[in-house]
C-alpha cells in the first residue's frame, strides 16, 4: 500500500456532504488512499466556528496545497463574502478550469468536448464595490470597480497556452468585451495579442477572438468550432455555467481552481439546498473535480478508469439520477459506479 497523500476536505453545504460520501466512497474503490484533514466552511464553518472560512482550514490547504471541496453557501445580498472567493484570493489560485464534455449522447449536443479557462482572482469579482447614498436612500446607486492587470492577463493566457499544447488541444480563443470595456477587457485582449506575437505559441496551438456576446450565441449554434477557451472572470463564471448546460447541466460540471500555493477542486454547481438531505443529488460533478485532482496528482490512469466508469455506469448500465432522467438517488448512482469499478 502507498502513502495516503495528505488533503484537505472540506465536505461543504447543502448536497455537499452527500456527494462528497459518494466520492469518497468512488476514491476508495479506485484503490486511492488519501490521508484526509477534514474542515469546515460555509454556512457549516458558521455553525462549527462562527466563521464561513475558518482558521483551522485555511491552515489545513496551506500545509496540504491540495483540497476536495463540496459547494458552500453565500447569503445573496447582504451577509458575509463568499468563501469561494476568499479562498482563490488567500492561494492565489488564478486559474479555474471548467471542461465540459458530453457523456450521455443523445441529448441537446453531442461530442461536445471543450474548456473554459477563466482568470479567477481579479476582473469584476475583487470585491470593490460600494452604494452612494443620495436624497436619504442609502442605497440609491451601486458600484462596483473592476482590475485587470498585465501580469495577471499574461498569467492566465499562459496558462490557457500551456495547457492547450500539453493536453493536445488545437485552438485557445480569447474571449473579451473590449469594444466596449475598453480598459478592463482591453488589457486582456492586448496581453493575449502580444503573447501570440512572442511566437512561443506560434505553430503550437492556434490562437482566436471573439466578443463575449457573440461566443455566447455561438456556443448555442455551434460549440464544436471552439476548443480551449481563455477569459476575464465574471465572463468566465458566466460562460462556463452555459457550457455546462450543452453537456446535461451543473451537475456534470466539474471545476479546478489552480495556483502557485494550492490547488482546490470542486463541483461547479451550489449548495442545492431544494434538495439538500434528501439524498437524491447527482454526484458527477464533485467526481469529475476528484478525476481533475488524480490527473494533478499525476494518477492519470486512476482518473481515466474513473471517467470511463461513470461514462459506463449512465451509458451501459443505464443507472442516472433524477436530475439525468433517471430514478436512482446518490446512493444507487455511488453503488452501481463502485460495482462498475471493481468489476471493470
Ligand atoms: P445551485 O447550483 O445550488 O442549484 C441550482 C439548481 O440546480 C437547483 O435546482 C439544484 O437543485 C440543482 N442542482 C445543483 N446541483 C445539483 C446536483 N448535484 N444534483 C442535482 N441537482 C442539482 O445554485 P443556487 O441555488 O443558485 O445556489 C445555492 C447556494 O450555493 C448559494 O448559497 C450559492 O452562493 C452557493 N454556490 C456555491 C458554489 C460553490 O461553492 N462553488 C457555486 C455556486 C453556488
Known amino acids: 500500500m502507498s502513502t495516503p497523500i495528505p488533503a484537505t476536505l472540506i465536505p461543504g453545504d447543502g448536497i455537499g456532504p452527500e456527494i462528497m460520501d459518494a466520492t469518497l466512497a468512488v476514491l476508495d474503490a479506485l484503490g486511492l488512499s488519501f490521508d484526509w484533514d477534514v474542515q ?19 491552515d489545513s490547504i496551506r500545509r496540504t496545497r491540495l483540497a476536495l471541496k463540496g459547494p458552500l453557501e453565500t447569503p445573496s445580498g447582504g451577509g458575509y463574502r463568499s468563501s469561494n472567493v476568499r479562498l482563490r484570493e488567500e492561494f492565489k489560485l488564478y486559474a479555474n478550469l471548467r471542461p465540459a464534455r458530453t457523456i450521455i449522447p443523445g441529448k441537446r449536443y453531442d461530442n461536445i468536448d471543450l474548456v473554459v479557462v477563466r482568470e479567477n482572482v481579479e476582473g469584476l469579482y475583487m470585491g470593490y464595490e460600494h452604494f452612494i447614498p443620495i436624497d436619504g436612500d442609502p442605497h440609491a446607486v451601486g458600484m462596483s470597480t473592476g482590475i485587470n492587470t498585465r501580469q495577471g492577463c499574461r498569467r492566465i493566457l499562459e496558462y490557457a497556452f500551456d495547457y492547450a499544447i500539453a493536453t493536445g488541444r488545437k485552438k485557445v480563443t480569447v474571449v473579451h468585451k473590449a469594444n466596449i470595456m475598453k480598459a478592463l477587457t482591453g488589457i486582456f485582449l492586448e496581453t493575449a495579442r502580444d503573447l501570440y506575437l512572442e511566437k512561443r505559441y506560434h505553430g503550437r496551438v492556434q490562437m482566436g477572438e471573439i466578443i463575449v456576446d457573440a461566443c455566447a450565441m455561438k456556443l448555442v449554434q455551434d460549440p464544436w468550432q471552439f476548443d480551449v477557451l481563455v477569459t476575464t472572470n465574471l465572463f468566465g ?25 494550492a490547488a482546490i477542486f470542486e463541483a461547479v454547481h451550489g449548495s442545492a439546498p431544494d434538495i439538500a438531505g434528501k439524498g437524491i443529488a447527482n454526484p458527477i460533478a464533485l467526481l469529475l473535480a476528484a478525476a481533475m485532482m488524480l490527473d494533478h496528482l499525476k494518477l492519470s490512469e486512476q482518473a481515466t478508469r474513473l471517467r470511463k466508469a461513470i461514462d459506463d455506469t449512465l451509458n451501459v448500465d443505464q443507472v442516472r439520477t433524477g436530475d439525468l432522467g433517471g430514478s436512482a438517488n446518490t446512493k444507487g448512482f455511488t453503488q452501481a459506479l463502485v460495482s462498475r469499478i471493481r468489476n471493470g
Open 40 to 58: 469546515q466552511a460555509g454556512a457549516a464553518g458558521v455553525k462549527a466556528a462562527g466563521d464561513p472560512l475558518p482558521q483551522a482550514a485555511l
Open 237 to 261: 463564471d458566466i460562460l462556463s455555467d452555459l457550457v455546462a448546460g450543452l453537456v446535461g447541466g451543473l451537475g456534470m460540471a466539474p471545476g479546478a481552481n489552480i495556483g502557485a500555493d
